[in-house]
C-alpha cells in the first residue's frame, strides 16, 4: 500500500506538528480547540471569497453576452443596409467573444464547485470542532494532568487530520481562486478598454455602431430631401419612419444604450 | 480500516476489499512514478471511486483518525508529487 502509505504518513506527521505546545496537556486541549474555532472561521471566510469572485465571473459573463446580442443587432442592421463588410466584421467580433464567454463558464463551474466543496468542509470541520469541545470538557472534569495525556490523544488524532484536511482545502480553493481573479481582472480591463465594446454615448460607441449611425443619418437626409422635392412635408414622427432603412432607430437606441459601469469588480 | 479522501471526508472500509484498493494503488503509483497524467487521472478515479463503493461514510462528528490517506479527486499529478515530498501543499 506504497502510495496511500506514504501519503498518510506524511499527511499525518505534519497534521501533528501544529499541536504539541502546551506543559499541562489540558491546556493543550484548550490551545488546539482555539486553533479548531479560527480554521473554522477562516474556512468560512474562505467560502464567502469563493462566493465573491464567481459573481464577479457571473457578472462579466452577462456583460459579454450583452455584448453579443449587440453584435447579432449591428450585423444585422448591418446587412439590411447592404453593408455586408460591416456585418461580417461584427460577426467576427462576436466569435471572438463566444470563446471568452465559454472560458468564463468554465471557470464560474469550477469556483461553484470550490464553493460546494469547501461549504462541505466547513460542515464537517463544524461537527468535529463540537464533538471535540465536548470530549475535552469531559476530558478537563474528569482527569489530572498526568492522566489526561492518553485521552487528549485519542481526541487530538481525529481533529489534527481534519485539520490538515481543511486547511489544504482552503489553500487550494485560495490558489484557484487567485489564478482566475487575475483572468477576471484582464477581462474587466478589456471591456473597460472598449476593446470589446464601450457604447457609452451616442456617436461615442465603437466603430460599427458609429458607421451604422452614420449611414443612417445620411439616408435620413436622403429621405427627407425626397419628401421636400415632392413638395409635402413629412410628419416629424416620419422622418425615421419614412428612413427606407428600418434599422435607423434601433441604432440611436443601442448606441445610447447606457453601458453599466466598466471595470466593476 | 478508516481511509480518507482529502477534500471529502472518511470512509470506513471493510478489510476484504483492501487488496483490490492495494492493486489500483499500484496503478497510481506507477502513473506517478511514470509522470503519465492521463493515466494518473483514471487510477485514481478509480481508486476513489472503489473506496468509496466499498465503504460507509464516517459520521462529520466522529473523531476517529484514518489508517490511510488518498489524495482530493481533482488532484494533479504534480500536486500528489509535492504531496509526497512532504513539501508544499499540506499547511504544516
Do not use: C, W
Request: glycine content about 8%.
Amino acid at each position: 500500500m506504497s502510495l496511500m502509505k506514504r501519503m498518510s504518513l506524511i499527511f499525518r506527521s505534519k497534521a501533528n506538528k501544529v499541536l504539541d505546545k502546551a506543559e499541562d496537556p489540558r491546556e493543550t486541549l484548550d490551545y488546539s480547540y482555539q486553533r479548531q474555532v479560527e480554521l473554522l472561521s477562516k474556512v468560512r471566510r474562505g467560502v464567502a471569497d469563493v462566493a465573491t469572485s464567481r459573481k464577479r465571473v457571473e457578472l462579466q459573463v452577462a456583460q459579454l453576452e450583452q455584448q453579443e446580442n449587440k453584435l447579432t443587432e449591428q450585423a444585422k442592421k448591418a446587412l439590411s443596409m447592404g453593408r455586408e463588410d460591416l456585418a461580417r466584421e461584427a460577426l467576427t467580433r462576436k466569435s471572438g467573444l463566444a470563446g471568452q464567454v465559454g472560458d468564463l463558464r468554465a471557470q464560474q463551474a469550477q469556483l461553484q464547485g470550490e464553493e460546494e466543496k469547501l461549504t462541505m468542509a466547513s460542515q464537517r470541520l463544524q461537527a468535529k470542532v463540537e464533538a471535540f469541545r465536548t470530549k475535552k470538557e469531559t476530558i478537563k472534569a474528569t482527569y489530572t494532568a498526568a492522566e489526561a495525556q492518553t485521552r487528549i490523544n485519542e481526541a487530538f488524532s481525529g481533529i489534527s487530520e481534519e485539520m490538515g484536511d481543511v486547511g489544504l482545502a482552503v489553500q487550494r480553493a485560495e490558489d484557484k481562486t487567485a489564478q482566475m481573479q487575475a483572468r477576471a481582472g484582464a477581462i474587466d480591463e478589456l471591456i473597460a478598454s472598449g476593446a470589446l465594446d464601450d457604447a457609452s454615448a451616442i456617436g461615442q460607441g465603437d466603430d460599427i455602431a458609429r458607421e451604422l449611425e452614420s449611414l443612417s443619418s445620411r439616408s435620413d437626409v436622403e429621405a427627407e430631401l425626397a419628401a421636400l422635392k415632392s413638395g409635402s412635408t413629412p410628419p416629424p414622427a416620419s422622418i425615421e419612419a419614412g428612413d427606407p432603412t428600418p434599422a435607423a432607430e434601433p441604432v440611436a437606441e443601442v448606441t445610447a444604450e447606457p453601458e453599466k459601469e466598466p471595470g466593476h469588480s | 480500516m478508516i481511509i480518507r479522501i482529502l477534500g471529502e471526508g472518511q470512509y470506513d472500509v471493510a478489510e476484504g476489499s483492501v487488496d483490490g484498493l492495494n492493486q489500483l494503488d499500484r496503478a497510481l503509483e506507477d502513473a506517478v512514478d511514470a509522470g503519465d497524467e492521463a493515466a494518473f487521472t483514471e487510477a485514481l478515479a478509480g481508486l476513489l471511486s472503489a473506496v468509496r463503493g466499498s465503504g460507509a461514510a464516517l459520521p462529520d462528528d466522529s473523531l476517529e483518525d484514518s489508517d490511510l490517506i488518498l489524495p482530493p479527486a481533482d488532484a494533479s499529478i504534480d500536486e500528489v508529487r509535492q504531496m509526497l515530498t512532504g513539501e508544499g501543499l499540506i499547511p504544516g
